[in-house]
C-alpha cells in the first residue's frame, strides 16, 4: 500500500498464467490495482491488471464487495497455442461477468480483449451476453482506443 498525497495506492492479488503453469516466475510480475481517496462518493477504483481468477483475488473480491465503484477489467480470455491445458492467462468473458456480478460497481469498464492474436475472446458480442446474463449490461462503458471518458464516482 502506497499514499502518494490524498490517493492511496493499494496492489491487489494478480496471476497471469493458467494453474499447470504457477511455476512460472512471470506468474508473479503482475499485479492489480485498488485507488482510493477522501471524499470518494461511491467506492473505489479497481484495475484487475493481467490476471486470471484464483483463491487470493476470490478473497479480494469477497472483502471489497460494494465497494468498488468503477472496475477497469483485462479480459481477453488469453490462451497460447503452447497451452496444452487451454488454461485462461487473462480474464474470458465468464470471468470477467462473474467479478463484475461479486463486486457490484457502479462503471464496468472491459479492456485489453481485441488487437492481438493470443486474445481469444476479442468479439465484444461474447462478453456483452456474458454481462447480460449477470445483470450488469447497464454498467458497461465500451471504450475505443484513444478515447477519453469523464466517470462519476
Known sequence: RVRIGEITITATPALHAPPPFSWLESRDHVVGWMLEWPGQEHGAIYISGDTVMFPA??????????????AILHAGGVRFWLDLWKGLWTFDSEQAAAIASSLQPRTIIPIHYEGWSHFKEDQKS????????????DRIRWLKPGQSVVLDF
Not at 62 to 69: D, L, P, Q, V
Not at 126 to 137: G, L, N, R
Open 126 to 137: 461474447k462478453y456483452q451476453a456474458a454481462f447480460s446474463a449477470v445483470e450488469v449490461e
Open 57 to 70: 483475488l476470490a478473497d479480494f473480491i469477497e472483502k471489497h464487495r460494494n465497494k468498488i465503484s468503477i
